[in-house]
């Protein structure tokens, strides 16, 4: 019972990442990504800050700093460069090659053996993004793909190092720090790069509390919790049902289609979350018994 609450808590963060798309295009300003990384990170997590009132040990900075420079300042940063510059379909699909790298990493940063199952679930789930919401009108930007891949990367390596680099504190304070040096970092990088951030509108305020307070304070103290929990080849193919959340809120809020394909791929979508958890819960108990 505590294992299945421990899936349903960390899998309703990608859930609500899959709004992230739909926010950015509809609700913010367009052309700044940075800053709109900046306005996501920082306030959340400095509120955090407020709510444990603890700051990270000395000799754990380097650490907290890395951390929140993979799974925020670069993450974030080209997440938002390919949702202004790719089709929805074409960002997701490319960032959902995550799981993948979270794989091939964790052998060299965890030891942990690459399974068959692991590998195909992986694999599956970026086939079944594919056809969820790719279609022949997609358009490669070069910009935008070198971006998603980026974010990928970049937040695959971050997944893998909260694990190894495990801080002595709750996930909501490891949540607190790393979005205040994420946000820190992108402070300055904003500041000089995007000038000019309009007065931000009423609705950009709505688009920017929830993209902060719910889509990064909560979503990422779940994220991290479950990394703890569960590990990370396990949790990483949870990261394939955003992609699946943001074709069913454009098809409930947008009014896209959504045809026999789409459906094909949703299913193979779930399947390939079904596969990564036997695997992940595979790899856990096998090393338990090392």
Do not use: C
């Amino acid at each position: 019972m505590a294992r299945l609450r421990d899936v349903a808590l960390t899998a309703s963060a990608p859930v609500i990442w899959g709004s992230t798309y739909i926010v950015t295009t509809q609700l913010l300003p367009s052309d700044f990504p940075l800053t709109i990384g900046l306005l996501r990170a920082l306030p959340a997590g400095l509120i955090l800050l407020l709510f444990v009132r603890r700051l990270p040990p000395r000799n754990r900075l380097g650490h907290i700093f890395i951390l929140g420079a993979l799974n925020f300042t670069l993450f974030w940063a080209a997440l938002f460069v390919s949702a202004y510059r790719l089709p929805g379909g074409v960002a997701a699909t490319l960032g959902a090659t995550q799981p993948l790298i979270v794989l091939l990493l964790s052998r060299p940063a965890l030891g942990l053996r690459i399974k068959p199952a692991g590998l195909y679930a992986a694999l599956t789930g970026i086939v079944g993004v594919g056809l969820l919401i790719l279609g022949p009108q997609a358009r490669l930007d070069p910009i935008g793909v070198a971006a998603a891949l980026i974010g990928a990367l970049s937040m695959g390596a971050g997944t893998v190092l909260t694990r190894r680099w495990q801080m002595p504190a709750s996930p909501l304070t490891v949540t607190a720090w790393q979005l205040t040096a994420g946000g820190l970092l992108l402070l300055p990088i904003a500041l000089l790069l995007e000038p000019g951030f309009p007065m931000p509108t009423t609705i950009n305020i709505a688009g920017l509390l929830w993209l902060g307070l719910i889509g990064a304070a909560l979503t990422y103290f779940l994220w991290f919790r479950g990394i703890a929990r569960l590990g990370p080849t396990t949790v990483t193919s949870f990261g394939f049902l955003s992609p699946l959340t943001a074709v069913l809120l454009g098809w409930l809020l947008l009014g896209q289609a959504l045809g026999p394909i789409q459906v094909i791929g949703s299913a193979t979508v779930l399947f390939s979350v079904w596969l990564g958890q036997r695997s992940g819960l595979r790899t856990i108990s096998s090393a338990s018994t090392r």
